[in-house]
């Protein structure tokens, strides 16, 4: 039985969720694959920071959290570090680094995961900013230091999409990605589609906690540019900038853009895509596409029998 | 640089396929995993049986099919075994099983299988009639004898999976599945949506490759069952066997069917589904079932306010 000791870097929605889940089936881990996962230091801006050699029981950190807002009275927890003291003074073996996501400087995650790697602790991360902005940079850092840094979890909730093209995938080797990356905006779309106008639906999305109060990342792409940039680094080994994607967001499209394309049979998608064109190139975009919906076709072309 | 000798038991589509891969990429899977594959010998049915401990160049075996419709005359080959002779005498370290499909009695795949896991040979195959009907045993065999069983294309023509679960998903684990699982019966539904009968639908299936001359295992929905319980066994563990699938066809569904549920913006689907209901029980199933399509339903709403 190995013991790995961690530190988690913020303890929002994805910090909470990994304590449930360690809370729920950690005993499980330890019997199928002889690993126990130990969390000996928690540091967030709004809960607080704590901290336990001998291990904090995530059931417990939850509990307070619900009955106490914060995790200041968790039972035998000693007053812990802010993020960088965390990384420096807990003896975490892997740091979590799950705090806020910047996309334009990628701090202060950037730093928090630069900071472990340097002090030779492996990186499991959730947080898309540095991950898009600087991962060559990360992984030749990681490398060097010779530690793992895990970052599936910064692109499609952790659904196991890089894990697939960087093992199971392997020896076919990926050369071309497309899809909806970006729930948020697919809300909006479909909503529209429905007849909604664009503020209209992104009211709704707001109000769903689908969108945020600024909701620019979402609707001008940037966060679907991000997952192309992860994709392409790490599935297509292809070294991509959030600059070289070209990008083009939502908030354009009318009503009469939806009316022409139902007509055609078609729906909007704001679609991001990658390929490598040769060797040496590739493209790289997101974009509000029309796509054609065969089902709808032949629906029409039912109804009109029938009429 | 470590060098696998592999014996093909079959050089249809699949072998051919593996044969053309190998040419192309095996120089790229040397350098990049340290592993070189070599064939040493393919025992065919219809295409003859050789062997050469040196060597068989993929790309010359493709060759000699192309011009002379057989491999007899594969340059430096000797004249080689038949399926059990190959596995027994060919030296090789993996034996690829890609022969005929049978799947009531698994035959004769099963027994070339249980011969290479007892002689102590690596698996990998891609022949559902073995794998669907006794796995468990075949498992078992190969973890006494200390070898590997490989299967990920027996199921979903080798994208991946199977692994996805075992590997990727692990610590999450799988609880229940569902899906289109056949292509030829959704290509024959969706001919049918389009006002096809059956017997249309069928002929043109079977024009275009994907139904075979007696369709039945695609149409009774016994091909979906064998992934139904190829899934359940690798991904839930679950002792499934062919009797436990609950199992229905599409042969009885008539173009009355499609209209009453294109009336209600419904589409007939072969699904096959799989769920853990409690530690010690399960359901499995493969039956037509009618699935809303929201997009056809908007079409129809939006049609509605324009006439």
Chains 1, 2 share one sequence.
Not at 69 to 84: I, K, Q, T, Y
């Amino acid at each position: 039985m190995h013991t790995y000791r961690l530190a988690l870097i913020g303890f929002g929605n994805v910090g909470q969720g990994l304590a449930q889940i360690l809370a729920d089936r950690g005993n499980l881990y330890a019997d199928r694959f002889g690993a126990y996962f130990k969390i000996i230091a928690v540091s967030d801006l709004l809960y607080g920071r704590i901290c336990d050699p001998d291990g904090l029981d995530p059931a417990v950190m939850l509990h307070t959290i619900q009955a106490e807002g914060n995790l200041e009275n968790v039972p035998g927890a000693r007053h812990g570090w802010d993020a960088l003291g965390t990384i420096a003074e807990s003896e975490a073996d892997i740091v979590v680094e799950v705090s806020y996501t910047d996309l334009k400087t990628g701090e202060p995650a950037m730093s928090h995961i630069r900071r472990a790697l340097e002090l030779g602790k492996h990186v499991v991360t959730t947080n898309k900013g540095p991950i898009a902005l600087h991962f060559p940079q990360l992984r030749a850092l990681a490398q060097e230091r010779g530690v793992e840094i895990g970052v599936e979890g910064t692109v499609f909730s952790g659904s196991p999409a890089l894990r697939l093209g960087l093992d199971t995938l392997t020896a076919a080797g990926v050369y071309k990605a497309q899809g909806i990356l970006n729930g948020t905006t697919n809300f909006i779309l479909t909503h529209m589609e429905n007849g909604a106008t664009y503020p209209q639906a992104l009211a709704e999305a707001q109000e769903k906690g689908y969108a945020e109060a600024d909701p620019r990342n979402d609707v001008e792409g940037h966060d679907a540019a991000a997952i192309v940039v992860i994709l392409a680094n790490l599935l297509m080994d292809l070294p991509l900038t959030m600059q070289d994607v070209r990008c083009e967001g939502i908030t354009h499209l009318t009503q009469d853009d939806f009316v022409e394309a139902q007509a055609q049979g078609e729906r909007w998608k704001l679609l991001g895509a990658m390929e490598r064109t040769t060797e040496e190139s590739f493209t790289a975009s997101v974009q509000p596409l029309r796509l054609p919906t065969p089902i709808a076709c032949n629906i029409r072309k039912f109804m009109s029998n029938y009429q």
